[in-house]
């Protein structure tokens, strides 16, 4: 699915468009974010794709959805 990633302060948050949500990132596997996973405050944990840790935000980028609480 399409997300645009976001940081505010030090705060990273995830938008998806096609269910108007943006939730804050509560937890992530690695601390440059690209990678690996990243769970959102409402429980879903998202894959996202390997990316230099330099990237420019905001960026839409194609997450795979893993699981949710």
Not at 23 to 29: G, K, N, S, Y
Not at 41 to 53: M, S, V
Request: glycine share 8%; hydrophobic share 40%; proline share 9%.
């Amino acid at each position: 699915m399409k997300v645009m990633v976001r940081k505010s302060g030090e705060q990273y948050t995830i938008y998806v468009a096609k269910k108007d949500l943006e939730e804050p990132i509560v937890a992530m596997e690695k601390p440059t974010l690209w990678g690996g996973w990243a769970k959102i405050a409402n429980g879903w944990t998202l894959e996202l794709p390997d990316l230099p840790p330099d990237t420019r935000l905001p960026i839409t980028v194609d997450a795979k959805k893993l699981g949710s609480e």
